[in-house]
């Protein structure tokens, strides 16, 4: 079966503009989650949705913004961009949401590598 | 705060055993995952323990011990294909739930022939 799409695989903004990056999870995920991939920081998670609700959100300033729609695709914007905001945009998917213990393994995208310039 | 520590950077020979540990200090504990990433690609699962002890899986084996914050992910029989970069990642308690994973900066494993 096909694994989680993002697209595009990489863009290059400059300062101030904005950008849209999009995901498809894997055919019956119905939970999609973001993360910000940069070196030396690793993986900081930024939200998650599931049946179209945001279910959880990372600290990260109110320009990071996403939503998810009724067929489970998902897109995540970024406004005024900054330069620190280089990053490889990371979407995951899963089946479900567990609230407790569980192994609800994520499904990851080969990402989205934004430079802003 | 939520802090997850492991080693940056190991090598390591063709044929031989690694351990890569992690330390971890979470709000809750919901259990602990390894994933593996290659460079440019994306990350994959590896493991996930929630209960302490060792489940082995293969080549690669991954321990927990929840009272000392304390996990490894233990690699057997290196192959060059193992050098990739290995996240630890903790599912943190209730108020951080759902598929929220706290990561670690990751550890980058090169094998050596």
């Known amino acids: 079966k096909a694994g989680v799409t993002q697209t595009p695989r990489y863009l290059i903004k400059t300062r101030g503009q904005q950008v849209t990056l999009s995901c498809s999870p894997i055919?019956?995920?119905?939970?999609v989650s973001w993360y910000q991939q940069t070196p030396g920081q690793g993986l900081q998670f930024l939200f998650e949705y599931f049946s179209e609700t945001q279910r959880n959100k990372g600290n990260f300033p109110g320009r990071f913004s996403g939503r998810q729609f009724s067929n489970s695709r998902s897109e995540m914007n970024v406004s005024t961009l900054e330069l620190g905001d280089s990053a490889l945009y990371l979407c995951?998917?899963?089946?479900?949401?567990?609230?407790?213990?569980?192994?609800?393994?994520?499904?990851f995208g080969a990402g989205s590598r934004l430079t802003v310039l | 705060g939520q802090n997850i520590d492991q080693p940056t950077e190991m090598t390591a020979t063709e044929g031989a055993i690694v351990q890569i540990n992690c330390t971890y200090q979470t709000s809750g504990f919901n259990g602990l995952f390894w994933y593996q990433q290659h460079a440019g690609e994306a990350p994959t699962f590896l493991s996930y323990n929630v209960l302490d002890g060792l489940e082995e899986k293969g080549r690669f084996s991954s321990f927990l011990s929840r009272s000392k914050g304390y996990s490894y992910l233990l690699l057997k029989e290196l192959q060059m294909k193992d050098s990739a970069s290995y996240l630890c990642a903790v599912k943190p308690g209730y108020s951080g739930g759902y598929n929220k994973l706290i990561f670690g900066a990751g550890t980058r494993l090169a094998v050596h022939p």
């Open positions: 995951a998917s899963s089946i479900s949401a567990l609230a407790g213990p569980g192994a609800n393994v994520l499904t």
């Open positions: 055919s019956g995920h119905r939970s």
